[in-house]
């Protein structure tokens, strides 16, 4: 046994010496760089794929000459692993890693990649080296006027430098963008033509990113209080009388001050109180039978994660520690509030309803004093967030699941209610008592839209 351990032993030095000499001989070698490829074999098109950049965490094929003798690769100044035991002369792989700066390395190394086997024998090769590819998960705005501000957020969003709405119009500059790519936004010009539904293009230093085409959308409303969707009125609810203009006279016409200026003229809302019911006309009226209108932007199959609640709201002070806004998809609420059952999942019964509470953190239970400031702003509330269609429960509910349901209803009133009860959850150990109400919230554009995320490929392989 010793004997034939000896003798792999001798293998070994003997492979590793004549490997080393063959590496010396080709050092001097002056090298090259012809093409880079991509090698990704989940690429049923091409999977080693010629390539003028690339992404943080891809495997790279480096073809050329004179690579023989090759001790380090530095890519954007960062010193990269390579396994040179299967490098070539003509060929070496590299994965870029994930530490590689990109938008923030220097200036005098970014977008290069290094070889190098002495200070005398080095190349500098100009090549494009990206983030992740960016993503989009929200808009802030995705009913605005001409002259308002747009805030897209995401990921790998650094350096926007083009913006294209959905109606072709491009926009260059007044672009912002946050230098960790959470965000980018704009002014929407005057020229743009904001009846053209669809997604923004965005163009930054990670490549092309789209956000949803909920951005323009006018086709699935349940109430714009214009004449889109109509509303109900009787004992427990407000009505069209109600309404008022728009406070800030961008053009929103009617909108709905949820706790009217009458109550909060004859003193506010009381704790442990709610506000009448904002509720649209039900059973008789074409625009609350979802099912009939309600499948254009948004098909019936779509999963509940992939549809969304949206409305526009107008918080022109902080609001803080009292106060929560309920919505029910139907009339059928018997009890109200933050954590309430009609809120949750249930087998039993037919629970449609959440709760919106900026205010409070429902990951720490913390809070913090929210307002929009003198502008309207776009919420988006996930169907995932009413009562049956919590994904923990029902990971495949689909919209026309919601629809039907929402449809076999006795009463198929969308509500909309504020709640000045404590809110309390338990799970996080915290309580925070409920106090007199008396601020002025403006909400408009109540919808139903479409959020399903659009992936942006890096290569065209339409033919």
Not at 59 to 85: D, P, V, W
Not at 296 to 315: G, H, R
Not at 360 to 388: C, K, L, V, Y
Request: aromatic share 12%; with cysteine.
């Amino acid at each position: 046994m010793k004997t034939i351990k000896y003798f792999l032993c001798l293998a070994v030095v003997a492979v590793t010496f004549t490997a080393c000499k063959d590496d010396n001989a080709g050092s001097d070698a002056q090298m090259t760089i012809d093409k880079v490829f991509l090698e990704n074999i989940d690429d049923d098109v091409n999977p080693d794929r010629e390539v003028e950049f690339a992404r943080l965490g891809q495997l790279l094929r480096l073809q050329g000459s004179g690579f023989t003798g090759l001790k380090k690769i530095y890519i954007n100044g960062y010193e990269t692993y390579f396994n040179n035991a299967l490098m070539t002369d003509n060929n070496v792989w590299v994965t870029l890693n994930g530490d590689t700066p990109v938008e923030k390395a220097d200036e005098s190394v970014r977008n290069t990649i290094v070889l190098y086997k002495s200070d005398s024998n080095r190349l500098v090769y100009d090549f494009t080296i990206r983030a992740a590819a960016p993503s989009v998960t929200s808009c802030d705005n995705t009913l605005p006027k001409a002259g308002e501000t747009v805030t897209v957020y995401g990921a790998n969003l650094q350096e926007t430098t083009k913006v294209t709405l959905p109606d072709g119009t491009e926009i260059t500059s007044g672009i912002s963008s946050d230098e960790d790519g959470k965000w980018y936004s704009f002014t929407v010009p005057a020229s743009a033509n904001l009846s053209v539904a669809g997604s923004i293009t965005s163009e930054g230093a990670n490549g092309t990113a789209l956000t949803p085409t909920y951005f323009n959308d006018f086709t699935d409303f349940v109430t714009d209080f214009d004449g889109k969707g109509e509303l109900g009125s009787w004992s427990a609810t407000y009505s069209a009388d109600d309404l008022v203009d728009d406070p800030l006279g961008t053009g929103r016409g009617k909108v709905c001050m949820i706790v009217p200026q009458i109550k909060l003229d004859a003193g506010g809302l009381d704790p442990g109180s709610n506000s009448l019911l904002w509720a649209t006309a039900g059973n008789d009226n074409a625009n609350d039978d979802w099912t009939s209108r309600m499948y254009t932007t948004v098909p019936k199959e779509t999963n509940a994660s992939n549809v969304a609640l949206q409305f526009d709201i107008y918080c022109p002070e902080p609001w803080d520690l009292s106060g929560q806004i309920e919505f029910s998809l139907q009339n059928n609420l018997s009890n109200y509030g933050y954590g309430s059952g009609c809120t949750k999942y249930s087998s039993q019964y037919m629970n449609t309803a959440t709760v919106w509470v900026p205010w409070f953190n429902t990951a720490d239970g913390s809070h913090a004093a929210w307002t929009t400031g003198e502008r309207w702003q776009t919420i988006t509330i996930p169907m995932t967030a009413f009562g049956n269609y919590d994904p923990a429960e029902a990971p495949d509910a689909t919209f026309q699941k919601i629809c039907e349901d929402r449809n076999s209803g006795s009463y198929r009133n969308f509500l909309m209610l504020f709640c000045n009860s404590d809110l309390e959850d338990e799970a996080l150990g915290v309580k925070y008592p409920a106090s007199l109400f008396t601020q002025k919230i403006y909400i408009d554009n109540i919808r139903v839209v479409n959020t399903t995320a659009i992936t942006v490929s890096d290569f065209d392989d339409a033919e």
